[in-house]
């Protein structure tokens, strides 16, 4: 059986409130599917003079394990404030060194910007590149996923370079996402935080068959027999759900709202939302279509319709109901008939506060920690091999990618992010099912919002060669999008040699994607 408790723990896969002062500002010189899987080509911009050092060696050392006086000094140094803080210059400093010919000209900034009057702030590092004081800004944001916080985009920093000498001046926002990093953490008077998540009880699957995981369609789902629906719980949990969906969803894209006021920014120019982060990056652009004028999508997590949504009419006869495997369908049960129901068990009872639990764990949980990420950054290098070895480097700060030093500094920046404690630990639970399909589909947001609204706005839909998450429901949002405004406004792009951390795992693809898409080049 797939382990699909670790698929859905690798869903990514949290200091005091201070302002931006003199001292941290730093100079640092099928029909609309578009399967781009990028090769890495050199950059021909005339600023770019890349040349690989001639004692440049595959990063071939593989440190599976770290030394144990390691992970304690790891674990002794989560405990001391500021430690992420620390680490988040850290991780600038190595990914973006101020040294480099290629990163001059751009300014650096880290800034804690205030949403509201109760002391809220939402955490980001900038880059900006003027090219002429006359020029107007575009202004590029990023938002990262859940289990993450916005040093998970270190591989993507310096994308900004890509945009000197242009008739255009940019400023790429790198934000945590209220509740993650070092943004602020409230809660909603609304969750209970300490009760146990509602559970899925309207719904009962009739599988009498085993299941044969060479037989599911598209590795995780399987077409059962029928299933029945409780139309009484049924109709409770939506009077339930509805509201605290509600105020979860507010909860998000308010911040980011306001937070897009405090930093007097007319218009996102582009918005990137990775997974949770792209779930409430879409709903974001349907509340405030005028705050934005493009919306990228990276391995969306919530865009197929399903049985368990709240938005699922309750069907005429509530038995003997034939599901599908369409993402588009409110009969689609989505992976729920093979979990298992230790996987349901872990996700309601354990999941919710294994993060803060690794704290206590002293160095083990660091080193359970560093079991789960390091294979999947160090695999950066595999990536690196198929797309041409050395050939595939166009920049100084490509050389770090997959580095030990790298890689370790990413997943001690990362330990300290989540080990904070952060309230959507207990928000995504209410969000997703157990199958991680939201209970709140964006199909559905975008089908009920008016067309005038989505047409305010260019939509791309981007999933890695070898994502998890539901690519075809992808698909088909764009097709609704292009359908319902009779012109092309949303497309699917998909990078080679990607999962669902497509930016992380290649960023050669995802950068050069961006950069496409940023520069109008697709």
């Not at 310096?158 to 990093?181: C, E, T």
């Amino acid at each position: 059986m797939v382990n699909l408790s670790i698929r859905m723990a690798q869903l990514s896969t949290e200091c005091p409130h201070t302002f931006a002062t003199a001292n941290s500002i730093q100079p640092f010189t099928s029909h609309y599917q578009l399967m781009l899987r990028y090769t890495r080509q050199l950059s021909t911009t005339p600023w770019r003079h890349f040349q690989l050092p001639a004692n440049y060696k595959p990063n071939a050392r593989v440190v599976k394990k770290l030394p144990f006086r390691e992970t304690v000094r790891i674990w002794w140094n989560s405990l001391k404030p500021g430690r992420l803080e620390q680490l988040q210059i850290q991780l600038v400093n190595l990914l973006f060194p101020g040294h480099l010919d290629e990163n001059a000209g751009v300014t650096r900034m880290f800034r804690k910007v205030p949403i509201d009057d109760l002391g809220n702030y939402i955490n980001e590092v900038s880059f900006e590149v003027v090219n002429d004081a006359k020029y107007d800004t575009k202004h590029v944001v990023f938002v990262h996923g859940y289990g993450a916080s916005l040093g998970c985009f270190a591989r993507n920093f310096h994308l900004v370079n890509q945009f000197k000498g242009l008739k255009h001046n940019y400023k790429v926002h790198f934000l945590d996402n209220l509740s993650f990093g070092l943004s602020a953490n409230p809660k909603l008077a609304s969750i209970k935080y300490f009760r146990p998540i509602p559970r899925l009880k309207h719904i009962t699957i009739k599988d009498d068959l085993p299941t044969d995981i060479k037989s599911l369609y598209k590795k995780y789902y399987k077409l059962v027999d029928g299933y029945d629906v409780d139309v009484e719980k049924c109709q409770d949990y939506k009077d339930q759900m509805i509201p605290l969906l509600k105020d979860i969803e507010s909860y998000y894209i308010d911040a980011l709202e306001s937070w897009r006021k405090s930093s007097a920014i007319g218009k996102i120019d582009y918005l990137i939302g990775h997974s949770y982060g792209g779930y409430w990056s879409g709903s974001y652009a349907l509340k405030y279509p005028d705050s934005l004028e493009n919306l990228l999508l990276l391995s969306p997590v919530g865009v197929e319709r399903h049985a368990y949504a709240v938005t699922a009419p309750i069907p005429e006869p509530s038995t003997d109901v034939l599901p599908s495997l369409d993402p588009s369908s409110f009969n689609f049960l989505s992976r729920q008939p093979i979990l298992s129901k230790k996987t349901v068990t872990f996700w309601y009872y354990v999941q919710p506060y294994l993060p803060r639990l690794l704290r206590y764990l002293g160095p083990w949980g660091v080193d359970m920690y560093y079991d789960m990420w390091y294979s999947k950054l160090f695999a950066i290098n595999r990536v690196i091999e198929k797309l041409g070895g050395s050939k595939v480097f166009s920049s100084h700060n490509e050389l770090k990618y997959g580095t030990n030093s790298e890689c370790r500094l990413l997943i001690e920046y990362l330990y300290n992010s989540i080990t904070n404690g952060t309230v959507s630990d207990t928000h995504i639970k209410y969000l997703l099912t157990p199958a991680t399909t939201s209970k709140w589909p964006l199909l559905d947001k975008f089908a009920s919002a008016r067309k005038e609204d989505v047409a305010k706005f260019n939509t791309h839909i981007i999933y890695g060669q070898y994502d998890f998450m539901n690519s075809e429901a992808g698909e088909k949002l764009v097709h609704h999008i292009n359908d319902t405004l009779g012109e092309t406004k949303a497309s699917y792009h998909s990078v080679a040699e990607g999962g669902h951390n497509l930016y992380m795992q290649n960023p050669f693809g995802t950068n050069e994607l961006l950069e496409k898409i940023i520069l109008q080049k697709t």
